[in-house]
């Protein structure tokens, strides 16, 4: 069964979870992405990674000696990841986003540079969401941030009321359109507004 219609076959089974029907364009992977400099990267995190569009981007940017920790509720998806990418540095937990301070200290880590997510905050109960942006919140270093792709502006104020600066993209070459938002939790950035609007509007 292919990568697509094995996300298909999912977001069937149980849509308010994997959130859309079709895995994230190339074009917002990019968007997302690209403003980072992967060269300093030691430690990253990505929420819901479904069948790995996401992963396996992230996994051909970060050093050889980084890790990558992917979260997901679903057990079909992270078997699914672990039997198609063998890589050493990808950690494929079943748990949940709002035990991601938990996780991380399992996997020796005490923070991560980068938290990257898709998951449907929308449809998600709002306690759960609460504990994923606190947690999220607590376990981004200082100078990191919360890369988030929706197809609403529905975080925007859960973003902004724990993160200190958040900016906001819009990639249109996907279906739907999807809302970027970078989240730092700090104010220093590793790159400018211009420059992630650039990105968004390309």
């Not at 991601?100 to 709002?126: K, N």
Request: a neutral charge; aromatic letters at 10%.
């Amino acid at each position: 069964m292919s990568a697509k219609l094995f996300f298909l076959k999912e977001f069937f089974r149980d849509p308010r979870a994997v959130g859309s029907v079709i895995p994230t364009s190339r074009a917002a992977i990019d968007a997302l992405l690209d403003p980072v400099d992967w060269s300093r990267v030691r430690t990253v995190v990505e929420y819901g990674p479904g069948t790995g569009v996401f992963t396996r981007e992230i996994l051909s940017r970060i050093r050889p000696s980084a890790r990558l920790v992917a979260i997901d509720t679903n057990r079909v998806f992270i078997d699914y990841l672990r039997d198609v990418i063998a890589d050493d540095r990808l950690v494929c937990v079943h748990g949940s986003a709002a035990d991601v301070e938990a996780i991380l200290a399992r996997c020796g880590e005490h923070a991560a540079d980068y938290v990257i997510s898709g998951l449907p905050f929308s449809t998600l109960p709002g306690a759960i969401t609460d504990a994923i942006m606190d947690s999220t919140c607590r376990a981004i270093r200082p100078g990191g941030a919360f890369l988030v792709y929706q197809y609403s502006l529905f975080v925007m104020p859960m973003l902004e009321a724990r993160f200190d600066r958040v900016q906001l993209g819009r990639v249109w070459r996907c279906t739907p359109p999807a809302r970027l938002f970078w989240a730092h939790r700090s104010m220093a950035s590793a790159f400018s507004l211009d420059d992630a609007e650039s990105l968004a509007a390309e």
